[in-house]
């Protein structure tokens, strides 16, 4: 079985513009989660998507935005894009309690 | 509320010595206890984790973590530090089975010396 797979794996983006996340969960998974980390800190919870549902929204502005469609993939919005959205971000699905993550999306905001 | 706090930013050990990477959680609920490890250019994989029951819990490549309530501590621990245990480790706290985000620690980096 595949994992969590997201695309894509890396991406420059410049200030003010607009990026797409994806993210493929594990066959099965009906629960999507995306988290930010920034270099050298811990992942930080942006979203969780269930059943095509939002179930939980962290500590981000406006300017960020999920859904997740019939299938359970997800996507993951980010507008006017800033310096300090610079990170890798992660998706995660789990089945029961216990993410299983992607290898992530690097994005670079110049 | 949940937290997550990890003591040492950085440890390093010699290969063969014992692992032992400390992590305290603060929660008003009983919690569930994750480590991850992650790997440089990588996502993170789950290590282990506590919902309920043994409060010692084994889990890949040789690791195990024991949950003391007392302590508010789930410390992670390997007998013998192998060369590819080097990376970034993760202690994760959620408040129930179905809440809808986990909180992180700051990480710890592991260093093997040869």
Known sequence: ?110 | AQSVTQLGSHVSVSEGALVLLRCNYSSSVPPYLFWYVQYPNQGLQLLLKYTTGATLVKGINGFEAEFKKSETSFHLTKPSAHMSDAAEYFCAVSASRSASKIIFGSGTRLSIRP
Do not use: M
């Open chain 1, 1 to 110: 079985d595949a994992g969590v797979t997201q695309s894509p794996t890396h991406l420059i983006k410049t200030r003010g513009q607009h990026v797409t996340l994806r993210c493929s969960p594990i066959s099965g998974h009906k629960s999507v989660s995306w988290y930010q980390q920034v270099l050298g800190q811990g992942p930080q919870f942006i979203f969780q998507y269930y059943e095509k549902e939002e179930r939980g929204r962290g500590n981000f502005p406006d300017r960020f935005s999920a859904r997740q469609f019939p299938n359970y993939s997800s996507e993951l919005n980010v507008n006017a894009l800033l310096l300090g959205d610079s990170a890798l971000y992660l998706c995660a699905s789990s089945l029961e309690l216990g993410y299983t993550f992607g290898s992530g999306t690097r994005l670079t905001v110049v």
